[in-house]
């Protein structure tokens, strides 16, 4: 599970990061294109620790943060076709990590005492 929840996390940065840098306008420069992609999932690479300990508090936090990227990416989605493609993508990539966090949540602590 934590595999799984750190590829899809990590897929997650990869695409909005480079959706960010794709769809920016030409004349823009780069330092600024680092920077605004550093603010924007500067929050999102700070949960990484969080997907590769599988700490049910951590995943608790990331899965609410999630909810406020899936609502940008759902704005997003009505652009014109090159940022549309790149927000449905992020949509998809979003929903199964929200999906996979919820999965380790449900899952018996270990160590947990029995009733």
């Not at 990484?48 to 989605?77: H, I, N, Q």
């Amino acid at each position: 599970m934590r595999l799984a929840l750190t590829l899809l996390h990590t897929a997650l940065l990869v695409t909005g990061i480079t959706s960010l840098l794709m769809t920016a306008p030409g004349n823009t420069p780069v330092a600024a294109k680092v920077l605004f992609a550093a603010v924007v999932y500067g929050p999102l690479l700070l949960f990484l620790p969080a997907s590769l300990s599988a700490d049910r508090r951590l995943l608790t936090w990331f899965s609410f943060m999630l909810l406020f990227y899936f609502s940008w990416f759902v704005t997003e989605a009505i652009d014109p076709p090159p940022m549309r493609y790149w927000a449905i993508a992020c949509i998809t990539q979003t929903v199964a990590l929200f999906v996979l966090i919820i999965l380790a949540l449900k899952r018996p602590a270990t160590g947990a005492p029995r009733d």
